[in-house]
């Protein structure tokens, strides 16, 4: 690990005419080709990437979690279209900080460029080694439940099969990931069709049953409503899971196809369609089901196929494992990157920072994602990875937000093509305040001292390794050898 000196133009004289307002490029002698990851996200992978990414295993699994907590229909319908409002307007607010700082990485390169170098190594040592591969883990292995679940009809899937199919599912991604970001982009574009479809079947079969007067279930809707802030603060947890990805987009800034119009774009088409489509289907659950049969339910979704489609039941199951797949994808493409640009400023090994010399894909960085992943999936449990990953998330959704005002304050001269009303990120923040202290001053824990202390033990590696710069001569080895196997090459940022 090394700390790259680059000159920060938020302290320079003249931003305006720096190509890029916030940092310098790495310097390249004369004649040396320039190898960097190439622009080839379009306008629709980006919807697909962050639509694709969004809907995974949460509208299937967290519905019947958001109505517990909540106590009735109609408020747990509140939930989910303040979380969607929540996502759209913290995407929109990122949109602004991407058309600012023009790089890959998403929350990390914005604290790195407006925080500093530590607290930016605090986000990266914690997102890369545990928050990124636990949540790619969790949605594998809820596709691996759902994929195998028609082999077993009537009684749990074995956890051996399960785990195995999880750890399957990521190697696929590895390698289609490895060889060509192309293909995984139209890997993510077919599964965004086809989860758009299932949702699009679900939907309608509740219309249908609400047209047949299946309304029980929203009869004194709000009747019943549980009102403290912690547990209306883990509902939150619980619906946002099921918006996580709002900010993927933003991890893959320098290969967006001219992302200063792209990257607003695709957040207002991707996040209001996935927001009308979460209401609807959760109505459609509603209009099948009681509360109460939708809470004793271990899958609503599969519960909801049971009752509506009959026999085509098994598919929802398969519907469910397109969906979860895609999003894993979308998981993996986006995680990798945030490893390969840790690892570019000098935050990871530097082996981490190189792409493939042919195939122009971070795949140390993807190869690194993939194997803390399968690690976490010998002891990966879906539902209680969610209240954490939320909190961690949250913390630094917070942090960023706070860095976007202060440059909206203290640096209005910055050349940005997309401004956001101040409000929008204030609302983001105080949501985030909320998210975060709401569950500990209501309901404290000791996982979340654990989640703290984990953070903060990044200093154990950040003053020796980064600051002090001390690197030893096996890993200067280690690194070359690897180079040398994988066929990878330091790469440059693209300023453009």
Known sequence: MRERKTTDPLHSADPLHSADPLHSSTDVSEGKEKLRLKREVSLISGVSLIAGTMIGSGI?????????????????????????????????????????????????????????????????????????????????????????????????????????????????????????????????????????????????????????????????????????????????????????????????????????????????????????????????????????????????????????????AWLVSLSVALSTFGSSNGTFFSGGRMCYIAAREGHMPDILSMAHVRCLTPSPALLFTSAMSLIMILSGNFTSIVNFFSFMAWLFYGMTISGLLYLKIKKPELPRSYKVPIIIPIIVLMAAVYLVLAPIIDQPQMEILYIILFIFSGIIFYFPLVHFKYHPRFLRRVTLHLQLLLEVAPTTRDEN
């Open 60 to 312: 299937f699994m967290s519905p019947e979690w958001v109505l517990h907590h909540m106590g009735n229909p109609a408020s747990s319908l509140l939930i989910w279209a303040a979380c969607g409002l929540l996502a759209m307007f913290g995407a929109l607010s990122y949109a602004e900080l991407g058309t600012i700082i023009k790089e890959s990485g998403g929350e990390y390169i914005y604290i790195l460029r407006i925080f500093g170098s530590f607290p930016a190594f605090l986000f990266a040592y914690t997102s890369v080694i545990l928050v990124r591969p636990a949540g790619l883990a969790a949605v594998c292995l809820s596709f691996a439940e759902y994929a195998i679940a028609p082999f077993y009809p009537g009684c749990s899937s074995p956890q051996v099969v399960v785990k195995c199919t999880a750890a399957a599912c990521i190697l696929i991604l590895t390698i289609i990931n490895c060889l060509n970001v192309r293909l995984a982009t139209s890997v993510m574009n077919i599964f965004t069709a086809a989860k758009l479809l299932a949702l699009l079947m679900i939907v309608v079969g509740g219309l249908v049953l609400l047209a047949n007067g299946k309304t029980q279930s929203f009869q004194n809707g709000f009747q019943g409503t549980t009102a403290g802030i912690g547990t209306v603060g883990v509902a939150f947890y619980q619906g946002l899971w099921s918006y996580d990805g709002w900010n993927n987009l933003n991890y893959v800034t320098e290969e967006l196809k001219k992302p200063e119009v792209t990257l607003p774009r695709a957040v207002m088409i991707a996040i209001p369609l996935v927001t009308c489509l979460y209401l609807l289907v959760n109505v459609s659950y509603l209009a099948a089901m009681s509360p109460s049969e939708l809470l004793s339910s271990g899958a609503v979704a599969v519960t909801w196929g049971d009752k509506v489609l009959g026999s085509w």
